[in-house]
């Protein structure tokens, strides 16, 4: 079992930037990967950005250039960097890990509200 604890997110304005934070439970040595997802209501959940404990990432298509993920081993954390939010990126974002056993874990979510 892997425990995910995700922090960061609230309001911003258009064109601002947020970061997200998410903690594991276990090594991230021990996972396949860590990431995000988010769903915004009335939409399927969605791939936001994954990377692996040795820094190999893959970003959606719709956040591609504007979000970043990064990772601290030391910390079991993964980061999501947002800069250039759009209304359209409010949504709720989910932690997502994977491990080698192909067995997931979602965090808890936390909501990213893009408004003036």
């Known amino acids: 079992q892997v425990q995910l604890v995700e922090s960061g997110g609230g309001l911003v304005e258009p064109g601002g930037s947020l970061r997200v934070s998410c903690a594991a439970s276990v090594s991230i040595f021990s996972l396949d990967y860590m990431g995000w997802y988010r769903q915004a209501p009335g939409k399927q959940r969605e791939l936001v950005a994954i990377i692996t404990h040795d820094g190999v990432t893959t970003y959606g298509d719709s956040v591609l250039g504007r979000f970043s993920i990064s990772i601290d081993n030391a910390k079991n954390t993964v980061y999501l960097q947002m800069n250039s939010l759009k209304p359209e990126d409010m949504a709720v974002y989910f932690c997502?890990?994977?491990?080698?056993?192909?067995?997931?874990?979602w965090g808890q979510g936390t909501q990213v509200t893009v408004s003036s």
């Open positions: 997502y890990v994977r491990t080698p056993g192909r067995n997931t874990y």
